[in-house]
Every structure is written in C-alpha cells, then in structure tokens.
C-alpha cells in the first residue's frame, strides 16, 4: 500500500547530488524518503539497505540525473554517394505521350506506343514471399489485411506511465521524415535510454524511451539507402543490454521486431541485412516470429 501523506512528510530528508559528470556543475536537492524508497526496489535498497549512503541519507549520483523528459538528439546529415539508379523518392514525373500525325485513317485512340491497360493489381510495396523464397504479388484482401496491421502500428502511441514536464521543445520528437539526415543516432539514443531505464529500474523512462522511439519509427520512411540505420537499431537492440532484466522478450526487442516485420520485403532484398541474419542468434528467431505472425 503506497505511504500516506501523513507518513511521507514524516519520514527523513534523504539528499541526493546529481549531474557532476553530464555538465561540470552538480545539483543538490532533498527529499522526503518515504516518497522516493517507494518508486522502485533499487531505490528503497539505497535508502534502507544500511550501506554508506542509507546510513548518510545522502547519494551522489555523478552521471546520472533524469527529470521526467529528455531532448531528442538533432538529426545529422547524410552522406550519401551519387548513384544513378537508387535515388531518394521524389515525386513522379508526369506521363509523356506522342500524338501520331499520321492522316491515315486509323483507330480512334491516337497515342502511340501506349502500352495496353494492365490489370489491376497491388503496388510493389505491398508484395510478400511467396513459395520457396520467391516474391509474388499479394492479393487485395492480404493487401488490406497488412495496411490495416501499419495503421494500428502508426495510429497507437505507445503508453507512458508518468507525466511529461515538457519544459523544452527538444524533448518531443519530429512527425516530419527528413530523408537528407540519417536516423541512426536517434534509433539508438532512444533504445540505449531503455537499456539505461532498464538498468536502473525506472519503469517510467523505459516507457517514455519506447514511446518516442515508436513516434520516430512511424515518421521514417524506409528505403534502400538508409536500412543501415535500421541495422544500427537491431545491433543495439540485440546487444547482451537489450535483453532487458526481466524473463521473456524485452520491450524493446519486441518493437523493433514488430516494425521489422511489416517491413520484411524491402529488408530482405538488402545485402546488409541478409549478412545481419546471417550471423544468426536470438535476433534470426525472433525476426521470423514475427515475420511469420
């Protein structure tokens, strides 16, 4: 049963310094200690464990200090070498059509060399392995089936489980894709302050960590040129940290799995990330699970 008021004013002023190693410049503060030991089980050992700083009610904290929100870090530029056919989507260029000047009578449609209408079928984007490895063409109804599966993806934030401060406009990440800058850094600042949540039992940093690695995840478009940034995220992800604490597959994991898996067929065909299967492990068995779902 969480403390009372009553009990939390009552408890003893337990001092924490923070911040020496982020910006030369620590920060003391005091608190009561009924209300801090009762956040998580590390906490509630450093308080009442009867080690040096319970006994002190004081801890140092030289690189760490989290405030309920962090800043997003800026997108770097991407360096990218000139090749002719794999270029950045850009808009379609418009249809170019000759009109026969032959007087001749002929048939009523007048455009030359325009193909015959083709049926209809699902874009490229929409394809999926078909038998032995091969890629085919889905059907309307496991095309509808797997746009239905992005929009849950992209349409549900995931939770947090405590309040933002929200005091700068850095913290929250960018809606707009900018395919001149490379996401690497920013996949793996956000899965690495998982880890780091995880290591130290902060239940609300690794949701907010998901949370906004899930917003980054939606606003990136995925092509060809910038897998390797999804590449950097699975490495992180499937480091011995990212395994999480707990029994069963980390959060983490289980996101980047999750969006791997509606991308499975623009991944697949790219020579980094056939090697990254290749060198097996629990990422292979995972990957495939939910490639498979």
């Not at 980094?272 to 068995?285: A, H, T």
Request: proline share 6%; with cysteine; net charge negative.
């Amino acid at each position: 049963m969480p403390a009372s008021f009553e009990e939390i004013l009552k408890s003893r002023i337990f001092k924490f310094t923070v911040g020496q190693n982020v910006d030369g410049k620590p920060t003391t503060f005091s608190v009561h200690e009924e209300a801090i030991a009762a956040l998580s089980q590390p906490l509630h050992a450093l308080m009442r464990s009867g080690l040096s700083e319970s006994e002190s009610g004081h801890a140092i904290w030289e690189d760490f200090a989290y405030t309920g929100d962090y800043s997003v870090p800026a997108l770097a530029m991407r360096v990218i070498p000139a090749v002719e056919d794999d270029v950045i989507p850009g808009p379609e260029p418009e249809p170019e059509f000759t009109i026969a000047l032959d007087s001749e009578p002929g048939p009523s449609n007048q455009f030359e060399d325009c193909p015959p209408a083709a049926e209809e079928t699902v874009p490229e984007p929409m394809s999926d392995w078909g038998s032995f490895g091969s890629v085919r063409k889905m059907t309307k109804k496991e095309a509808k089936k797997k746009v239905k599966v992005l929009d849950v993806f992209s349409t549900t934030p995931l939770p947090l489980l405590s309040a933002r401060n929200m005091y700068e406009d850095t913290c929250e990440p960018s809606s707009a894709f900018k395919p001149w800058c490379t996401y690497s850094s920013s996949f793996t600042s956000h899965a690495s302050l998982w880890i780091l949540g995880d290591y130290r039992h902060i239940e609300s940093l690794k949701a907010l960590a998901l949370h906004k690695l899930h917003k980054t995840l939606c606003a990136f478009e995925l092509y060809s040129q910038n897998v390797e940034d999804v590449i950097d995220l699975v490495r992180c992800a499937y480091s011995d940290e990212g395994a999480g604490l707990g029994e069963g597959m980390s959060g983490l994991r289980r996101l980047v799995c999750q969006y791997l898996a509606m991308n499975k067929t623009l991944l697949c065909q790219d020579d980094g990330f056939m090697d990254l299967l290749g060198e097996g492990g629990q990422f292979v068995k995972d990957f495939f699970k939910y490639s498979t779902a």
